[in-house]
Each structure stands twice: as structure tokens, then as C-alpha cells.
Nanobody, 115 residues
Framework: VQLVESGGGLVQPGGSLRLSCAAS????????MSWYRQAPGKERELVAS????????NYADSVKGRFTISRDNGKNTLYLQMNSLKPEDTAVYYC?????????RGQGTQVTVSS
């Protein structure tokens, strides 16, 4: 099982990034998927989630209207489009796959928002 995040980096406030999470080794289309983030000294935070069919979404209040989660079950890939980025969005972003009692997490990708 592998979840590999990519797309992180350094961006100025107000900028945009698109994160990707490439999944392999399991039946991606059966799993609900989520993006979490963790900033230094802070607890891990659920950013956004999407159900297996891609029709139900949830977002943290702090990112509503700025971030969009999506998935392509044909490509086994999860995405997070992040717009209007703020310094407080700086964190390591992880994708997570969950199906009943099974749960997998990637290694994360660093997002830094700074001028």
C-alpha cells in the first residue's frame, strides 16, 4: 500500500497550490479519502474529506471557500486545490484513506506560505 503526496512548496500569501496524492496497492475507489495537516507544535487537523464516490465533501471552517478536495478514481489520485493561501496554512499535509477499520496515511508534503 502506498500513498504518495506531491505538489507542496513555498508560496506567497494569496497564492495557490494543488496537492496530489497517488494511491496504489489497494482498491482506491472503495475508500473515503481525507487531507490532514499538522503544523509545528500543533495537533493534526482534518482539512477536507471526500467519500468514495466523490459526491460528499466536508471542510474545516478555516479552509471553506478556499480549498477544494476532489478525486479521480480512474487515476487512483486524490487532489487538494488550495487558493488564497494564508501563513496559517503552513503545515505538512497528509492524505489518508479509510475503509471501515482499514486506514492508510502518506508521508506528507510540506506547504509553506510566506512572503
Amino acid at each position: 500500500v502506498q500513498l504518495v503526496e506531491s505538489g507542496g512548496g513555498l508560496v506567497q500569501p494569496g497564492g495557490s497550490l494543488r496537492l496530489s496524492c497517488a494511491a496504489s496497492g489497494f482498491s482506491f475507489w472503495l475508500y473515503d479519502m481525507s487531507w490532514y495537516r499538522q503544523a509545528p507544535g500543533k495537533e493534526r487537523e482534518l482539512v477536507a474529506s471526500i467519500n468514495s464516490a466523490g459526491g460528499t465533501f466536508n471542510y474545516a471552517d478555516s479552509v471553506k471557500g478556499r480549498f477544494t478536495i476532489s478525486r479521480d478514481n480512474g487515476k487512483n489520485t486524490l487532489y487538494l486545490q488550495m487558493n488564497s493561501l494564508k501563513p496559517e496554512d503552513t503545515a505538512v499535509y497528509y492524505c489518508n484513506a479509510r475503509h471501515f477499520q482499514l486506514s492508510y496515511r502518506g508521508q506528507g508534503t510540506q506547504v509553506t506560505v510566506s512572503s
